[in-house]
């Protein structure tokens, strides 16, 4: 694995996807990510300039009865929680009063962990296809910052990031360090950055339990 040199004067920026690592801490640890210590130790001894997180807002719960795509089938009248990453999940009944309640509360948590949020609504479109990623926009703020970066720590393991890490080591000569969950992080993107660093190696960093 490739390493970086690392010294107290750099100034880091932090840009995180995730619904990215919500999706592969749920699907891998059945966890969730302890954001604290997860940015406590991307940060090291270096100086934090910005630690952006990219969020979808929720449009609370809906009354299912049909079918809609990349969700299958449901009973009629089951209710959904829209979580803040950009899915649904099945709520039971006294659940769906207290999705918006707990999507706050997973926003302040994240802003608490000293994350500035930049958020979008889901976007939903005729037949039902569903878009809620920041890929485009993660990657505008990463290139606009890089300005007055030294290193620039993407926390997603999508491969779609690729073109971007590319330019911002070749292109604006910046050191490029990606954090994910080692698993299901694309190997292009761990071979590409200056540093990879694997998230279930960090003490901590993933909580088990409810998610």
Not at 205 to 211: E, L, Q
């Amino acid at each position: 694995m490739k390493t970086s040199a690392s010294y107290a004067n750099q100034r880091v920026g932090i840009f995180v996807d995730v619904q990215n690592l919500y999706h592969s801490a749920k699907n891998l640890y059945r966890g969730r990510v302890n954001y604290a210590e997860l940015i406590k130790n991307l940060i090291g001894d270096r100086q934090l300039i910005r630690a952006m997180a990219y969020v979808v807002k929720s449009e609370g719960v809906e009354p299912y009865g049909g079918k809609e795509q990349g969700t299958g089938s449901r009973e009629r009248g089951t209710k959904l929680r829209r979580n803040p990453f950009g899915g649904d999940e099945p709520n039971e009944p006294e659940e769906s009063s207290s999705s918006l309640s707990t999507e706050a509360a997973f926003f302040e948590a994240l802003e608490k962990a000293g994350l500035e949020l930049r958020m979008k609504d889901l976007q939903i479109f005729a037949g039902g296809m569903k878009k809620a990623d920041w890929d485009v926009g993660m990657a505008v703020d990463a290139i606009r910052m890089s300005e007055f970066l030294d290193v620039i720590i993407l926390v997603t393991g999508d491969g779609d990031f690729l073109p971007l890490i590319d330019y911002l080591k070749w292109g604006a000569g910046r050191v490029v360090e990606v954090a994910a969950f080692r698993r299901s992080a694309s190997s292009k993107i761990q071979e590409a950055a200056d540093k990879f660093i694997a998230i279930e190696d960090i003490p901590r960093a993933i909580m088990k339990g409810r998610i």
